[in-house]
């Protein structure tokens, strides 16, 4: 049997490769894809510490996350959708009304 | 029936409450019909207990009901409970006869006034104050009544609003109670403190029966006479009464000369235990009635304004109310109320009269001559002014004369001098109002005279009435010269009020104190003929020879611009100043400087809000590794 540790590298390797997409992507798309990654990447460390802790709560919360991540994405591909027909752009660099 | 004497104030209740809901889609003779009957019910009723009252076994005189249980908190209990006893009854009476009777005057006097509405709604509403006022069984429901009549009055002394003078008049007046009450709210205060209850049976027993210290009595009976003297117009309380004339003058006869401004004097005689067991307070209230008897009568001596004498007048009459009760005549003052109730009104009304055949006309000196034009105000107006001045066989003379005679009797012979002083110039200034009004050369405006007409009988009849009720309600209260037991009044109300220590005079000393009060009437009668009639000229030597008093006279003593230089002034610049600098700088500062505080430390905090998607994410990220570190290290 594959030791959990493995999973649970690949999570953390995946993670950070989503977090460091976030964080250099310029454009919204792009950005979005990588948050999906680091949901994904939680995912895989709850299957594997369900496997090793033999419960079945984790593969559970994995199917809630699934499921939020689906509207989520759905919202969030709703509101980018919207910001480009406000600004014609989106590049997070030209978003900026938040600022104080 | 008589079960049913606490309906008498709800006649007037439910019409004020018809008229204020739904006056405005009532048609105007209806409006004034209702007006009229709720209060001619309260009289009839009021009848009806009277009658109940007098077939009463003697003791068990005073009918009390209690509608409900209105405050009980701990040991403080106010119950809604109406009393109908001797005291109450005479008032009772008088407040809905002469109401009822001004009532319908009041149809023809405001017929063209669009305020016609408003103005029968509050007097009904002034009717209901003034009968819970005198029906309250204790002080707090008292105080209701009390601060009911004060709100009427203010309402009706600003009836015509639009006019700056009388919008002011009715504040002055307002005010200047609020200032009494202050002192009659302390009076109940310490009454509830010592004593418990403000019933007036339980205060009864509980001074009878010696629990209270006399320094405590007389603290409360000083501080209930502020009350009295603010709401009775008393010195140096009296100086909104004047000015009450702004009002109409069916509200000046009954709340500014009937009924309102004796209920001071009623309060006073309701809790005479206090004042016949503290000499000190006693001699206060006769002290302070003589003076101002007599010098609200000097300042009545130069007025030209028609109303503002018989206001003077009524303050005078109020002093003499005072006397009565200060000497522990009681019932002379109450017997004083009474008559005075029925003549200072119908003196009122008949110059409500001769202003409404004037087209509004009040300053005498373009009067005179009235009598030929206004047979049926001219006669009433002189029965009043004899019965006020004291002329033998008319009301006014029996009061007067028994509260003088027992101011005497009780060796107040300073008091005593002050009201025969008071009751030369009392008919010296009516018959100069006569005489100025009625007799001698015509000085009409052409414009005033082409108008000139009799008032309609709906108001000359309540004259007539009145002249009646002057004349002859002083029977019920003859002296004792004329016989040993022909003082009805007294003996009716001896249940309430005790007969005091009974000071008596020798027929022959009687003989001369009511001989010595005609003839200072009379001698003040004369005068003012001499004056005003025969040798005009005397008066106009007179203020050239004495231009100082004459200025002093007319201008009331200055005491209205010396009560605004000394109180009111300081006080407004006082208020002034402290908005300026207290409420503009430090709270306006203190409110607007936290508000500046919050916005200065927002620009600064702001800044950390770069507006960048991924510097977000990443202290986003940072933050949660270091918590991450946290926990785990």
Redesign the interface.
């Known amino acids: 049997m594959i030791p959990s540790s493995y999973f649970i590298v690949l999570s953390i390797v995946l993670f950070f490769l989503g977090?460091l997409g976030?964080?250099i992507k310029r454009d919204l798309i792009t950005?979005f894809m990588s948050v999906e990654i680091m949901l994904n990447a939680a995912n895989i460390a709850f299957i594997a510490f369900a496997r090793s802790a033999g419960s079945l709560d984790g593969q559970i919360i994995v199917f809630f996350v699934i499921t939020v991540a689906g509207a989520e994405a759905a919202i969030g591909l709703a509101i980018i959708l919207l910001i480009f027909k406000q600004k014609k752009t989106i590049k997070?660099?030209d978003?900026?009304?938040?600022?104080? | 029936m008589t079960e049913f004497f606490w309906l008498i104030p709800l006649f007037p209740l439910v019409s004020t409450a018809i008229l204020a809901l739904f006056g405005k889609h009532l048609p105007k003779k209806y409006v004034s019909f209702q007006a009229c009957l709720a209060v001619f019910l309260s009289f009839v009723f009021g009848v009806i207990s009277f009658i109940g009252l007098q077939n009463a076994e003697h003791g068990h005189a005073a009918l009390s009901k209690t509608l409900f249980s209105w405050i009980h908190s701990g040991n403080f209990k106010a119950d809604l409970t109406f009393q109908f006893d001797p005291l109450t009854a005479v008032m009772v009476l008088v407040v809905s006869l002469v109401g009822f009777l001004i009532h319908v005057y009041s149809i023809g006097y405001m017929s063209h006034d669009p305020g016609y509405k408003r103005f029968f709604t509050y007097m009904n509403l002034f009717t209901f104050s003034m009968l819970v006022l005198v029906m309250a069984d204790n002080l707090i429901l008292m105080f209701v009544g009390w601060e009911g009549v004060g709100l009427c009055s203010y309402l009706l002394i600003g009836f015509w609003f639009e006019k700056h003078s009388a919008a002011a008049a009715g504040k002055k007046a307002f005010i200047v109670n609020r200032i009494g009450d202050a002192g009659f709210l302390l009076g109940i205060m310490f009454i509830l403190i010592h004593v418990g209850g403000t019933e007036f049976g339980t205060i009864n027993q509980a001074v009878s029966g010696g629990i209270l210290t006399p320094a405590v009595v007389t603290l409360i009976a000083l501080l209930l006479f502020v009350g009295a003297a603010g709401k009775s117009a008393q010195i140096p309380l009296y100086v909104w009464l004047p000015d009450a004339m702004e009002g109409p003058t069916p509200v000046s006869a009954l709340i500014h000369a009937a009924t309102m401004v004796t209920a001071g004097v009623y309060m006073v005689a309701r809790m005479n235990m206090l004042y016949t067991l503290s000499g000190t307070a006693g001699n206060v209230v006769a002290v302070v009635g003589a003076l101002t008897a007599i010098f609200a009568a000097t300042m009545a001596l130069t007025q030209n304004d028609i109303k503002r004498v018989l206001a003077y007048s009524t303050i005078s009459q109020l002093g003499y109310m005072f006397i009565g009760c200060g000497v522990g005549a009681y019932a002379a003052g109450i017997f004083h109320l009474y008559t005075h109730a029925f003549f200072k009104s119908l003196l009122f009304l008949a110059a409500g009269s001769v202003m409404h055949a004037l087209s509004g006309e009040l300053n005498m000196q373009k009067m005179g001559g009235l009598r030929k034009y206004l047979p049926r105000t001219y006669y009433p107006f002189l029965i009043g002014a004899i019965a006020i001045s004291g002329i033998p066989f008319l009301s006014g003379f029996f009061s007067k004369d028994a509260i003088l005679t027992q101011a005497f009797a009780q060796g107040n012979y300073f008091v005593w001098a002050l009201g025969i002083t008071g009751a030369v110039l009392t008919a010296f200034y009516m018959f100069r109002l006569i005489f100025l009004t009625f007799h001698g050369k015509e000085r009409l405006e052409p414009e005033v005279k082409k108008h000139l007409h009799e008032s309609p009988p709906v108001m000359t009849i309540p004259l007539a009435i009145l002249a009646f009720f002057s004349i002859f309600a002083g029977y019920v209260g003859l002296p004792v010269v004329f016989g040993k037991n022909l003082d009805f009044f007294g003996k009716f109300l001896e249940p309430v009020i005790h007969a005091g220590h009974g000071h008596h005079l020798s027929i022959g000393t009687e003989w001369l104190l009511i001989l010595i009060s005609v003839g200072v009437a009379v001698l003040g009668v004369f005068i003012a003929y001499i004056f005003y009639l025969k040798k005009t000229e005397i008066p106009h030597n007179l203020v050239r020879r004495f231009p100082f008093v004459y200025k002093l006279l007319y201008n009331k003593y200055y005491i209205d611009e010396a009560y605004n230089a000394v109180i009111v002034n300081p006080l407004v610049r006082g208020s002034e100043a402290v908005y300026k600098h207290f409420d503009l700088k430090v709270i306006d500062g203190a409110i607007n400087g936290s508000a500046a505080t919050a916005g200065w430390m927002g620009k600064v905090?702001?800044?950390?809000?770069?507006?960048?998607?991924?510097d977000y994410?990443?202290i986003f990220?940072l933050g949660a590794i270091i918590l991450i570190g946290v926990v785990l290290f």
């Open positions: 977090a976030f964080l950005q997070t660099e978003i900026n009304l938040l600022k104080g | 905090l702001s800044t950390f809000q770069t507006g960048f998607l991924k994410a990443l990220l």
